[in-house]
Structure formats: structure tokens, C-alpha cells
């Protein structure tokens, strides 16, 4: 059976080019960073030649970069961290919106418990945020905003610059969560004034449990694990060390036009789908305000889960929301956010291409969803 896969939002296959730079570092180079003999300099030496990389990227130093085990710990981390920094001068007011990934939100929940105070800013029907909402929502004790780059459901991609912006001449910490966008679009830390960026390596080809923390030199902040003092006192656990080396390759590998080429098909997916299909509706910006690989549509009539388990019959593999809340059959609360009924938000599902996508899956997914939500429609009807 022909099989498509149209989830790279959720994960992405971890690159051949990838595999071949790690695998030296399982079967030979495989001391403890931390040791000082030779096999745990060879270590060490490798994820100090990644930080390079990864810090480059984003036009950062190199001792700016700390690693993780991925967005969520970065996320944590960057909040938390900040929040027990900044409590006992009387600073404890943060300021996000209301379309956060998951570990941004339910950390502020957590955080609301132990004396912060946090405002969630509302977002218009595409996604934004409007810049002058967080400068009227900062106060004396703010110490952050954390905004994403760019949404995980609807590719919406935020006026980092703007922010950036504000927050600067406010003297309030800017974090953002590039967790999607890293890589897919221009990220620069000094350019938009960001203080601490989330990144990780398996959304862009490389392996899962592996991220980085970028922390603007200068900044104080307390470690959310405590232990050895590996990565310069402010992150403890043995370093992955094939996981680093894999994520600074994958970056390496990175080409624009990998997502120039996601672009066309982004669009022919879009297109084909308001083309074929009657009553739908695309969730999100347009254009290149949305992510170059993320399509989210909501089909009038049709139950996204539905609709998702016929495409997987046929190979094609796709997500009715994050990847992170699929377990809990919660409602989207991005989707939500933006002024979806309850309905549209049932009847939505997300496409996210990869590099590997090719003008004949899109091809194939169109015809696909057109019978499908063809035949999904008339049974509803026979029902009623």
C-alpha cells in the first residue's frame, strides 16, 4: 500500500545523513564527556563542535547554547528557571498567549500556583498576536514574555521583530518557542532581541530527546535539573551525545530549498482541497505568514477522527491536532483561541509536509480526501 506521510509537525524521519554522523559516536566515541581521558575528550570535543554549529544558526555565541532533551525541557526550563531568578525581587508577572504549545501553558499553570501571576493574551482569527497588546500588558513586575514563533496546528508565524522590540525598550526577558519554525525560517536572536529561544532536533530531521536552550549571555537563571554541573553548571545529566552530534548535522544539512519546494506543495495541497472540495475552511495565516509545511483545514460535515483513521486505511498519515495532546481527547485550545465552534474544531484536521514530499503524495492526498470526505458527508446524510 502506498504510504504518505503528512505529520512531519509531529515528528520527522531522522535523516540518512544523520544516522551516518551518529553512528561513530555508538560504536567508537562513546566516553563520557564529562571524563577527562581521551575517550571523554573525543566526546566532549564533538558537542562543543555541534554548539558551534547550532549557535551560528541563529547568530548566537556558541557558550550561549546549552542542550536538552528537547522543547518541552526547554520550555520548562526557560520559564521556570526565569520565574525562581526573578520571584524574590518582587517580579513574578509573565505574559504569553493563549495559543502556546502545551509545555509553555500548563508550566504557567503550574507556575500560577506557586505566587506568579500570568496573562494570556488573546489572538485574532488567524493566529496574532498584536504587538501593542503585550506593551499595554506589561507592568513593573513583569519579567517575561514568552511568545512562539510559530504555531505547531496552524502555522501561524508571529511578529517576532515587533515584540522583540518592545520588550527591549520595556527591559522585560523575550523568550520564544522555535520549536516549529527553527530551521524552516529565519530565526535570529539579535535581529528580533530574543533573550531565550526553545529549539529541538526532531523536528528537523534528527533525533528524538535531543534540544538546546539558547540563554542571551549575561542572563540569570536558576537550573531546572540540579546534579553533576555538566553543561557550565546549568544543566546536570550526561550529555547525549549521538543525539547532540545528530542535531548539529541535521541543522548542517538544512536547505531553503527543501522548504521553498514544501511551499509549492503546500499551496497545491491548499488550493486542491477549496478546488475539489466544497465547505472548507483553512485554519491559520496565509501565505508567508504560515509555516512553509503546515495545512490545516477544517471539512464542514465530517468528523476529523473519521476522517483521519480512512486516510490511514489508505497510507496517508495526518493528525487531527498536536501530536502532545492526541492521547487526551481534548479539545484544541489553538483552534479554539481562534473563534472555531466546537464543530469546526471536531472537523479539523492538520497536514504537515516534510522534505521528502513529493508532487504525486499531494497528488494522491487530494484525490483521497475528495472520496473520502465525499462518501464520509453522504453517510451522514443517510444517518439523518
Given at each position: ?9 509531529a515528528t520527522?524521519?531522522v535523516?540518512?545523513k544523520?544516522?551516518k ?18 575517550k ?8 562543543e563542535?555541534?554548539?558551534?554549529v ?6 548566537a555565541k ?5 542542550f536538552t532533551s528537547?522543547?518541552t ?6 520559564l521556570?528557571?526565569?520565574?525562581f531568578?526573578?520571584?524574590p525581587?518582587g ?9 502556546e504549545?502545551?509545555?509553555i501553558?500548563h508550566?504557567?499553570?503550574?507556575l500560577?500556583?506557586k505566587g506568579?501571576?500570568v496573562?494570556?493574551?488573546g ?5 496574532f498576536?498584536?504587538?501593542e497588546k503585550?506593551k499595554n ?13 510559530a ?5 501561524t508565524?508571529q ?9 527591549h ?14 530551521t524552516?525560517?529565519s ?6 532581541n ?7 532536533a ?8 535531543t534540544?538546546a ?9 536558576e ?8 553543561e ?5 545529566g550526561?550529555?547525549n551525545?549521538p ?7 541535521a541543522?548542517?544539512?538544512s ?9 509549492i506543495?503546500?499551496?497545491?495541497l491548499i ?11 483553512l485554519?491559520?495565516a496565509?501565505?508567508e505568514?504560515?509555516?512553509p509545511n503546515n495545512?490545516?483545514?477544517s ?26 495532546m ?5 479539545e484544541?485550545h489553538v483552534l479554539?483561541?481562534?473563534g472555531?465552534t ?6 479539523s484536521?492538520?497536514?504537515t509536509?516534510?522534505k521528502?514530499t513529493?508532487?504525486k503524495d499531494?497528488?494522491y492526498?487530494l ?6 470526505v465525499?462518501k464520509?458527508r453522504?453517510?451522514k446524510?443517510?444517518?439523518?
Amino acid at each position: 500500500m502506498k504510504s504518505v506521510y503528512l505529520d512531519n509537525a509531529a515528528t520527522t524521519k531522522v535523516d540518512r545523513k544523520v544516522l551516518k554522523a551518529v553512528m561513530p559516536y555508538f560504536e567508537n566515541f562513546y566516553g563520557n564527556p564529562s571524563s577527562v581521558h581521551i575517550k571523554g575528550q573525543e566526546a566532549k570535543k564533538a558537542i562543543e563542535s555541534a554548539r558551534k554549529v547550532i549557535a551560528k544558526s541563529i547568530n548566537a555565541k556558541p557558550e550561549e547554547i546549552y542542550f536538552t532533551s528537547g522543547g518541552t525541557e526547554g520550555n520548562n526550563w526557560a520559564l521556570k528557571g526565569l520565574f525562581f531568578e526573578n520571584f524574590p525581587y518582587g517580579k513574578n508577572h509573565i505574559i504569553t498567549t493563549k495559543i502556546e504549545h502545551d509545555s509553555i501553558l500548563h508550566t504557567c499553570k503550574w507556575l500560577e500556583k506557586k505566587g506568579a501571576k500570568v496573562t494570556y493574551l488573546g489572538v485574532n482569527e488567524e493566529g496574532f498576536i498584536t504587538p501593542e497588546k503585550i506593551k499595554n500588558s506589561i507592568t513593573k513586575k513583569t519579567f517575561l514574555v514568552s511568545v512562539m514563533h510559530a504555531n505547531n496546528e496552524i502555522g501561524t508565524i508571529q511578529e517576532l521583530e515587533k515584540i522583540g522590540k518592545i520588550c527591549h525598550e520595556k527591559k522585560v526577558l523575550f523568550h520564544t518557542d522555535a520549536a516549529q519554525s527553527y530551521t524552516k525560517i529565519s530565526l535570529d536572536v539579535k535581529k528580533f532581541n530574543l533573550d531565550l529561544v526553545t529549539i529541538n532536533a526532531h523536528k528537523i530531521y534528527g533525533i528524538k530527546g535531543t534540544g538546546a536552550l539558547f540563554i542571551k549571555e549575561g542572563i540569570k537563571i536558576e537550573p531546572l535539573l540540579h546534579g553533576g554541573g555538566h553543561e557550565r553548571m546549568l544543566r546536570s545529566g550526561t550529555e547525549n551525545v549521538p543525539g547532540i552530534v545528530g542535531f548539529a548535522k541535521a541543522v548542517e544539512i538544512s536547505k531553503k530549498t527543501d522548504y521553498r519546494k514544501m511551499i509549492i506543495l503546500r499551496d497545491k495541497l491548499i488550493d486542491g482541497i477549496f478546488y475539489t472540495i466544497p465547505e472548507v475552511k483553512l485554519n491559520g495565516a496565509k501565505g508567508e505568514k504560515r509555516l512553509p509545511n503546515n495545512v490545516n483545514i477544517s471539512f464542514k460535515n465530517v468528523e476529523g477522527e473519521a476522517l483521519g483513521a480512512f486516510l490511514e486505511n489508505k497510507g496517508i498519515y495526518v493528525s487531527t491536532g498536536s501530536a502532545c495532546m492526541s492521547n487526551t481527547n481534548a479539545e484544541s485550545h489553538v483552534l479554539k483561541a481562534i473563534g472555531l465552534t466546537p464543530k469546526e474544531q471536531d472537523s479539523s484536521i492538520r497536514f504537515t509536509l516534510g522534505k521528502d514530499t513529493k508532487d504525486k503524495d499531494i497528488s494522491y492526498a487530494l484525490k483521497v480526501l475528495f472520496q473520502t470526505v465525499e462518501k464520509l458527508r453522504e453517510a451522514k446524510d443517510i444517518k439523518k
